[in-house]
């Protein structure tokens, strides 16, 4: 009996000896697969780094680009209406003191409609004799209503300096000459992370005029480079596209670059960004040389980690059966009320996911493993920075705890749902640095859509989709503070559509609609896009535009511009060809002036030009009084 049960304790343990064995090498193979797996994940996330890197760089280059040029641009465009709008106005002098002032401004030239140079101002030398005079009055003379930009190459300067041209009218619509502002596109992020990242990229700047003039400027930072035309870099990049949405543009890896591509806002003006995708996986090679030398420690100390396995075994089943009993009762909490917890571990850099929150997620626990990152990596993209700012704004004691809603990727499509956060921080450090954090999350994405949409019916006309009189009231209050902080005028622009009770009656209320639908689109289109936002209809077919920042003038301008469009277009709606006419009433804010004083005059001037015939724009005095006519006579009228 005796000799039984020492032979049963060694066949035990003999047993164990084994068991421990076949964990070891179990253990080796499962590190050593997971090393191989952090190494591909590494270089996935190298590439995706790169994308995301560029991305960035090409937005806020580009968005540093707009703000120069725009700002050049408004530059020459108030300059050409002050020297006409304001008596005795000193133009020369004017130009030379912003140009002084502005360290991206550095020169300008004034041409007379004859083509001679008047007065002219610049930080630099260069030969006005290769200025093409004829070509740049030919084209402003023609009714160029948009900024050009041209290359700096057509005038014997440098790269790195670009000239943006303005047409220069009377208000009686004389052409008197062009205006050409030049500036320098610089560098503002010197001696940061971004100024080193875009020193090892390749960029040029280019823009299409609808004449398909061409200018380009090449980064500072690197020598010539040879680019393909603007118009075969287009065929290019539909061609190899294949890549999220940045704005307008792209980004995606060709080869072993990352090519970025967007059309900057309201501009002609397409930046093209080329980075070498070595520049990115630095922390790649350093994970593969790891994991060979991590490799043969493992193997080291896998001897050892079998001793222990039997202490661990124990340990994990003592705190998993707490951890369980824990979860059980959490987990009935949590699904009586639909939300899901998580808990982040700051110093580790890891957080746990409660099993509902899969659900809400619609991710299967046992396929995929919810990590720090990619639980943050499921967040939308444009509602990243605002969930870490109410985060940031918790931890640094502002708020006692953090609450917003953000867009979250559910499933394994492409789907996303609106999810409700909440949560503070549990835990501090020495230093007050937050340790931990416990959140609860709930899927709000179908109240989220229900509020979405009710917000937008509110503002917005059905028929049209333009913004109502409700949106209008609210914008039009907002661009009176906007004056009364600049102390710049704006305007409105009242258009109604010439007898169109007539239609009505002549082809019926469905033809109607399609009527207010083509005038809405050809407005549209005639607008920039800065302008297209304040597009509004008050009702029927009275619709106003808000000009910020613009006198009588300029709104007279607006006006003018789609009042040809709408005569140049005739409509075709139920197999009738229907010749449309509007007309537009212009009144500019006066001082002490409220915005339904403004619109009333502007009503007022659109009242006057339907009673001198219609098809026409009609301007509100400036500064004598007017007497309006009472509503009923209006109305008939406009009818």
Same mark, same amino acid.
């Given at each position: 009996?005796?000799?039984?049960?020492t032979y049963s304790g060694w066949r035990r343990i003999l047993d164990e000896q084994?068991?421990?064995?076949?964990?070891?090498?179990?253990?080796?193979?499962?590190?050593?697969?997971?090393?191989?797996?952090?190494?591909?994940?590494?270089?996935?996330?190298?590439?995706?780094?790169?994308?995301?890197?560029?991305?960035?760089?090409?937005?806020?280059?580009?968005?540093?680009?707009?703000?120069?040029?725009?700002?050049?641009?408004?530059?020459?465009?108030?300059?050409?209406?002050?020297?006409?709008?304001?008596?005795?106005?000193?133009?020369?002098?004017?130009?030379?003191?912003?140009?002084?002032?502005?360290?991206?401004?550095?020169?300008?030239?004034?041409?007379?409609?004859?083509?001679?140079?008047?007065?002219?101002?610049?930080?630099?030398?260069?030969?006005?004799?290769?200025?093409?005079?004829?070509?740049?009055?030919?084209?402003?003379?023609?009714?160029?209503?948009?900024?050009?930009?041209?290359?700096?190459?057509?005038?014997?300067?440098?790269?790195?300096?670009?000239?943006?041209?303005?047409?220069?009218?009377?208000?009686?619509?004389?052409?008197?000459?062009?205006?050409?502002?030049?500036?320098?596109?610089?560098?503002?992020?010197?001696?940061?992370?971004?100024?080193?990242?875009?020193?090892?990229?390749?960029?040029?700047?280019?823009?299409?005029?609808?004449?398909?003039?061409?200018?380009?400027?090449?980064?500072?930072?690197?020598?010539?480079?040879?680019?393909?035309?603007?118009?075969?870099?287009?065929?290019?990049?539909?061609?190899?596209?294949?890549?999220?949405?940045?704005?307008?543009?792209?980004?995606?890896?060709?080869?072993?670059?990352?090519?970025?591509?967007?059309?900057?806002?309201?501009?002609?003006?397409?930046?093209?960004?080329?980075?070498?995708?070595?520049?990115?996986?630095?922390?790649? @090679?350093?994970?593969?040389?790891?994991?060979?030398?991590?490799?043969?420690?493992?193997?080291?100390?896998?001897?050892?980690?079998?001793?222990?396995?039997?202490?661990?075994?124990?340990?994990?089943?003592?705190?998993?059966?707490?951890?369980?009993?824990?979860?059980?009762?959490?987990?009935?909490?949590? @699904?009586?009320?639909?939300?899901?917890?998580?808990?982040?571990?700051?110093?580790?850099?890891?957080?746990?996911?409660?099993?509902?929150?899969?659900?809400?997620?619609?991710?299967?626990?046992?396929?995929?493993?919810?990590?720090?990152?990619?639980?943050?990596?499921?967040?939308?993209?444009?509602?990243?920075?605002?969930?870490?700012?109410?985060?940031?704004?918790?931890?640094?004691?502002?708020?006692?705890?953090?609450?917003?809603?953000?867009?979250?990727?559910?499933?394994?499509?492409?789907?996303?749902?609106?999810?409700?956060?909440?949560?503070?921080?549990?835990?501090?450090?020495?230093?007050?640095?937050?340790?931990?954090?416990?959140?609860?999350?709930?899927?709000?994405?179908?109240?989220?859509?229900?509020?979405?949409?009710?917000?937008?019916?509110?503002?917005?006309?059905?028929?049209?989709?333009?913004?109502?009189?409700?949106?209008?009231?609210?914008?039009?209050?907002?661009?009176?503070?906007?004056?009364?902080?600049?102390?710049?005028?704006?305007?409105?622009?009242?258009?109604?559509?010439?007898?169109?009770?007539?239609?009505?009656?002549?082809?019926?209320? @469905?033809?109607?609609?399609?009527?207010?639908?083509?005038?809405?689109?050809?407005?549209?289109?005639?607008?920039?896009?800065?302008?297209?936002?304040?597009?509004?209809?008050?009702?029927?077919?009275?619709?106003?535009?808000?000009?910020?920042?613009?006198?009588?003038?300029?709104?007279?301008?607006?006006?003018?511009?789609?009042?040809?469009?709408?005569?140049?277009?005739?409509?075709?709606?139920?197999?009738?060809?229907?010749?449309?006419?509007?007309?537009?009433?212009?009144?500019?804010?006066?001082?002490?002036?409220?915005?339904?004083?403004?619109?009333?005059?502007?009503?007022?001037?659109?009242?006057?030009?339907?009673?001198?015939?219609?098809?026409?724009?009609?301007?509100?005095?400036?500064?004598?009084d007017v007497s309006f006519p009472d509503s009923e006579t209006m109305t008939n009228?406009?009818?």
């Amino acid at each position: 009996m005796p000799a039984k049960t020492t032979y049963s304790g060694w066949r035990r343990i003999l047993d164990e000896q084994f068991l421990s064995v076949f964990l070891s090498i179990g253990l080796l193979l499962g590190v050593l697969f997971l090393m191989a797996w952090q190494t591909v994940s590494e270089r996935q996330t190298a590439r995706q780094r790169a994308i995301d890197t560029t991305g960035f760089a090409i937005t806020t280059y580009g968005d540093n680009l707009s703000s120069i040029l725009i700002k050049a641009d408004n530059t020459a465009l108030m300059a050409a209406r002050e020297a006409v709008i304001v008596p005795d106005f000193d133009l020369e002098r004017h130009l030379s003191t912003m140009i002084k002032d502005d360290n991206n401004l550095v020169g300008y030239i004034l041409l007379d409609a004859a083509g001679r140079i008047t007065h002219d101002f610049t930080f630099f030398d260069f030969d006005k004799t290769v200025l093409p005079v004829s070509e740049i009055i030919a084209r402003h003379r023609d009714d160029w209503i948009e900024p050009a930009f041209r290359a700096t190459s057509t005038l014997g300067l440098k790269s790195g300096y670009l000239a943006v041209e303005r047409g220069i009218w009377s208000p009686n619509g004389t052409f008197l000459g062009v205006i050409m502002i030049f500036l320098a596109i610089e560098n503002p992020y010197e001696d940061t992370p971004l100024e080193r990242f875009l020193a090892g990229s390749r960029m040029r700047v280019a823009t299409l005029n609808t004449d398909d003039l061409l200018a380009e400027v090449q980064s500072p930072h690197i020598g010539t480079t040879d680019w393909f035309s603007a118009r075969q870099e287009e065929a290019f990049w539909d061609l190899n596209a294949d890549s999220d949405k940045i704005d307008m543009g792209g980004v995606a890896l060709f080869g072993e670059f990352v090519l970025a591509r967007k059309n900057l806002d309201g501009l002609p003006i397409t930046i093209y960004m080329q980075v070498p995708i070595n520049s990115f996986m630095g922390n790649y @090679d350093t994970t593969r040389q790891t994991a060979l030398i991590a490799s043969g420690v493992v193997i080291a100390v896998t001897l050892f980690l079998f001793l222990q396995i039997r202490i661990d075994r124990k340990t994990k089943r003592r705190n998993e059966r707490k951890r369980l009993e824990l979860d059980k009762r959490l987990q009935f909490a949590l @699904d009586s009320t639909g939300q899901g917890l998580w808990d982040w571990d700051f110093a580790k850099q890891q957080g746990y996911y409660s099993d509902n929150l899969y659900r809400l997620m619609e991710i299967h626990h046992g396929e995929v493993c919810l990590t720090f990152d990619s639980f943050k990596d499921r967040i939308h993209a444009d509602d990243r920075k605002q969930f870490d700012a109410a985060i940031a704004e918790h931890i640094s004691g502002n708020k006692p705890a953090f609450e917003i809603e953000v867009r979250m990727h559910v499933g394994s499509e492409d789907q996303w749902n609106w999810f409700h956060h909440s949560g503070s921080v549990i835990e501090w450090d020495r230093n007050r640095k937050p340790k931990r954090m416990i959140g609860l999350l709930k899927n709000i994405h179908h109240q989220k859509l229900k509020r979405i949409d009710l917000e937008f019916k509110a503002r917005h006309d059905p028929l049209t989709g333009l913004l109502n009189r409700t949106a209008f009231e609210d914008y039009a209050r907002r661009v009176h503070a906007l004056s009364l902080r600049t102390n710049r005028p704006y305007c409105m622009v009242m258009l109604d559509i010439d007898h169109f009770k007539k239609v009505n009656d002549t082809f019926g209320h @469905d033809c109607g609609d399609i009527v207010l639908k083509r005038i809405c689109d050809i407005t549209s289109r005639a607008l920039r896009f800065e302008e297209e936002k304040l597009f509004f209809r008050l009702g029927g077919e009275e619709f106003v535009i808000l000009l910020p920042q613009n006198d009588c003038a300029a709104g007279a301008a607006v006006a003018e511009r789609i009042r040809k469009n709408v005569c140049a277009e005739p409509i075709l709606a139920d197999g009738h060809h229907i010749d449309i006419t509007i007309s537009a009433g212009v009144a500019a804010h006066r001082d002490n002036e409220l915005p339904d004083i403004t619109l009333r005059r502007a009503d007022w001037a659109l009242y006057q030009a339907k009673n001198t015939g219609r098809n026409r724009v009609y301007r509100a005095p400036g500064t004598t009084d007017v007497s309006f006519p009472d509503s009923e006579t209006m109305t008939n009228t406009v009818l």
